[in-house]
C-alpha cells in the first residue's frame, strides 16, 4: 500500500521537526511524489547530504511503500 502525503510528511517532520514541507503528488496514484523540504540544518550541507537526510527521514519505505520521490531541498536564510 502506498504512503499517503499525510504519512510522509510526517516522518520527514519527525526526523526535520522545524522544517517546511511540501508534497505534490505527480501521477495521481499517491505512489510518485515531489517533495520540497526547507530547514535551516540544511545550511552549509552539500545537496546530497540534504537529500540524504530526506531518504533517511521516509526510511525503509523508500522503494517498497514509495515508488518515486523527487526532492528538492533548500536551507532557510
Sequence with gaps: MPLSASEIKDRILTALP???VELIDLAGDNDH????????SFANMPRVRQHEAVYKAI???MGT????LKVTTKATS
Design 59 to 61: 526510511g525503509e519505505g
Design 65 to 68: 511503500e514509495l515508488h518515486a
Design 18 to 20: 522545524d522544517a517546511s
Design 33 to 40: 511524489w515531489a517533495v520540497t523540504v526547507i530547514d535551516a
